[in-house]
Nanobody
Framework: QVQLVESGGGLVQPGGSLRLSCAAS????????MGWYRQAPGKQRELVAS???????NYDDSVKGRFTISRDNAKNTVYLQMYSLKPEDTAVYYC????????????????WGQGTQVTVSS
């Protein structure tokens, strides 16, 4: 069973940047698309960005133009580069199989990792 470990979060001021990493313990090439989710206190988990194994991407409107998802298949790692961070980006960020276009990721879900906390505050 592949395990997912998220890292790179931290405390940053509004307008700042962070780069998150999602390291998988084994190959994730068999999963059509991976993505980043976030969950803020009192809110449901939401998908903010997804990327196929070949590099196709999609973003939620809330982060479009500010976040960039990428991956290194040789390292079994997915990244999320975040710019122009806003307080509303504050959440715990997780990675997992993710929806993109007509792909249903539920069949490929892995156990959730612990996530990485992103806090955007003055």
């Amino acid at each position: 069973q592949v395990q997912l470990v998220e890292s790179g979060g931290g405390l940053v001021q509004p307008g700042g940047s962070l780069r998150l990493s999602c390291a998988a313990s084994g190959s994730i090439l068999n999963i059509y698309a991976m993505g980043w989710y976030r969950q803020a206190p009192g809110k449901q988990r939401e998908l903010v960005a997804s990327i196929t194994s070949r590099g196709g991407t999609n973003y939620d409107d809330s982060v479009k133009g500010r976040f960039t998802i990428s991956r290194d298949n040789a390292k079994n790692t997915v990244y999320l580069q975040m710019y122009s961070l806003k307080p509303e980006d504050t959440a715990v960020y997780y990675c997992n199989a993710a929806k993109i276009w007509d792909y249903d990721p539920r069949r490929d879900f892995l156990p959730w990792g612990q996530g990485t906390q992103v806090t955007v505050s003055s």
